[in-house]
Structure formats: C-alpha cells, structure tokens
C-alpha cells in the first residue's frame, strides 16, 4: 500500500475565516506538488456544507488541476477518533468501490480527492429507489474482506467507556476564561447537562444491551455513521429510473459502476460491529439533525430496505426473501436503533465538553436519549418476541 504524503502543518480551525482559507492554500501546495507554483488568487476555497465534528473546505484552482477536498479535524476528536485507522480503512474500502483517495496529510487534517457527486438530504433516504440502492451498496460494504480480528466495541464498549468518561464532567465558560484569565463555570450548560440521570442512562443501556445480545446479529465491517451527507450520488442516478449498483450473484456491479453512481464517505466510525446496528443507526438518519423522528421509516419502509439488503446478499430477487425472514430483520434493526441513539447520546456529552464548533451538543443528547425512551418499549417487545432473551443474560 503507497505512503500518504505527511507535512508537520497545524491549522487552527478557530482562526478567522481568511486565515483559515489562507491555511488551506497552503496545505495544497505542501502537499500537491502540482500546486506548489499557484498562489492564493489561482486557488478558490468555499466552505463545504457537513457534519458535526469537522471542518470542510473545498479548494478549486484556475486551469486543469481538479478541485481537492481539505478535511480540518474537529478539536479534541482524536481522543475517539484513530485517524490512522480512518485513513487505512479509507484506502481498504477505495479498493472495492467506496470514498475517495486520501491525497496527503497534514497535523490536524488531511486532502481528499474531490467527489463530483451530491450527498442525498434526509427526505430522499425514504425514496424507495433511494432505499434499495442504499440498501445494496451497504450490504456490498458489510462484504469488505478486512483484516484483524472480529472485535465489536461498537456499540456498547464505546457507550460505556463514554458514559464512565462523562463522569464528573463541569462545563466552563470560554469567553470568561479569555476575558478574566481563568476558568470560570457555565452555569447554564452545566445545569443542562446535570439534567440528564447518568445512573438511569446506564440501566437504559444495559436492558438494550441485553435485548442485543439475543439477536444474534453477525458482525461485520460497519460504517456506523450512514447519516444522508455521508451518501453521494451522481446526477445520472438521481435522473435515471433504475436501482444503482443493483445486482446479483450472477451479474456484479464493478467497483468503478457503483462508484460513479452512489458511494458512501467519512468512515471515522468504521469498525467491526453488528450488522443490525448499521441499519438501525442508518434508519435514525432519516430525521436528520433537526431529530425530527415522525420520519422514521414505518415497518414496511424498513421491510422494503432490510429485503432488498438480504436478496443482495444472498443474490437472488428480492421476491424471493421470505416474509418472516423480513419482520425478523426489521426487529433487528429497530432494537439496535436504540443502540444508535444511546451511542450518539453518549457522544454528544463528550462533544459538548470538548467541540468548539457552533453545535448544541447537549441539546442533540436530550433528544437522542428522549427518542430512545419513547422507542424502547415498541421495540424491545418486538425484539422479545422474536429474538427471546434467554434466562440468565
């Protein structure tokens, strides 16, 4: 596997947006040999539209040279996040038709290749069409040959080593500390966060933990974060009538096919770990971050998604799933959603103490942990009902 060019670069992401832009520049060209002659009026940078933990600038220069991606690592995300492992599990999952190419790295970021594609919004994740061609490439991912040993921290070994770390958290006032020259409480974020009963958070988990257990969902290689941004697709696909990267065993979809028309980024999360839990987690998407769960998808939603996983896998017509083989699929997904919202939640304390970006991470964690209570009872009886916790789990 090729070395990815390194430079010792560290871009503040609290500095002003000119600087930060002047910073982008100037990572290209440490990193593009290509670039090394442009000055900043031959390079156009925008702000890119994403998630919750990082900072996404796209820099287009003047000529022939194609537009890069600048990934700026949230502040204090390496605490969670193995960015050594993100950029192996990024060059793995290229080889087999998913992300991008990781152009070089820098202290606190790293250039990607720039994806033509859109990322889809919430909405379209209940298109039907939509559904079953998510539904196909996830099961293509969850078939990633990888290697190392089968160990599943995700969910539950994350929660709770999160939950423990929560412990004793106080929430301090930045713009006191700057003004007066020391830490000073934030009573109010403080207040928000002593809300929340962290012992009853973790009976909470331990109960779906358990419901998990019964499953017995297989472990695969997860991308445990397939939220609407983190899923792109051509304009050719969104125009066309047919399910993208659709296939059987006897007629496979190339790499580079399913590629161009739909492909999934940001695998900060990708671990092993159950294959229920990337539904369920992929199903809580469909609120976006305004948590708007109404739109989570109903059971025959769920059904369609979950059939058209299964007859990919097993490579037959989706006609062809049984329909008992479906309902238990959609109890497992539904009862490793609540996994997804416990694990979310978790991470959002972590966030609220140590993100500096403009995001109400506590706000985020009242709503996940208050979905997952309203859910809990509809879906652990389903789940029981068709995946019995034995006595003694």
């Known amino acids: 596997m090729a070395i990815t060019p390194h430079v010792d670069y560290a871009l503040d992401s609290q500095l002003p947006q000119e600087g930060l832009m002047r910073g982008v520049r100037e990572i290209c060209r440490r990193l593009l040999p290509e670039w090394a002659c442009l000055s900043d009026a031959d390079v156009e940078v925008t702000t890119v539209t994403g998630g919750i933990s990082n900072a996404l600038y796209k820099a287009a220069p003047t000529g022939s040279l194609e537009p890069v991606l600048c990934r700026l690592y949230g502040l204090n995300t390496d605490r969670f ?25 820098f202290t606190s ?3 990607e290749a720039f994806l033509p594609q859109k990322c889809l919004s919430p909405a379209q994740l209940k298109d039907s069409r ?24 995700t969910p539950f070994k994350r929660i709770h080593e999160w939950l423990d770390i929560t412990e004793g958290f106080t929430f301090k006032d930045a ?16 207040a928000e966060f002593e ?12 109960q779906v933990e358990r419901a998990c257990a019964a499953v017995g969902s297989p472990t695969v290689l997860a991308h445990n974060d397939l939220l609407a941004g983190n899923v792109m697709v051509s304009d050719a696909f969104l125009a066309a009538g047919t399910v993208a990267g659709e296939s059987t065993a006897a007629s496979p979809v190339s790499t580079t096919s399913a590629r161009n ?20 987690n992929h199903f809580n998407e469909y609120a976006g971050f305004d948590g708007d769960y109404t739109q989570y998808p109903s059971d025959e939603e769920a059904g369609a998604f979950l059939r058209a996983y299964l007859a990919a896998e097993a490579g037959v017509a989706p006609a062809e799933i049984s329909a008992d083989a479906v309902a238990d699929a959609v109890a497992e997904a539904n009862v490793y959603a609540l996994a997804s919202h416990q694990y979310w939640g978790a991470w959002c304390f ?5 993100s500096l970006l403009d995001f109400d991470y506590l706000e985020y964690a009242r709503v996940r942990w208050a979905e997952c209570a309203a859910r809990s009872e509809a879906f652990l009886a389903a789940a029981a009902q068709r995946f019995p916790v034995q006595e003694g789990a």
Do not use: C
């Open 81 to 105: 996040i193995n960015r050594d492992h993100e950029v192996a599990t990024m060059q793995l999952v290229s080889q087999h038709g998913f992300g991008t190419e990781v152009l070089g790295t």
């Open 109 to 111: 970021g790293r250039l």
């Open 130 to 153: 939509i559904a079953a061609a998510i539904a196909v490439a996830l099961q293509r991912f969850h078939s990633i040959p990888a290697p190392g040993p089968r160990t599943t921290n």
């Open 175 to 190: 713009q006191v500390q700057v003004v007066v020259g020391a830490p000073a409480l934030d009573s109010a974020k403080q």
């Open 195 to 206: 809300a929340f009963d962290l012992a009853d958070l973790r009976r909470r988990v331990q």
């Open 261 to 280: 028309d739909m492909t999934f980024i940001d695998f900060e999360y990708v671990d092993w770990a159950p294959r229920g839990y990337d539904w369920g």
């Open 350 to 354: 972590l966030q609220a103490q140590w």
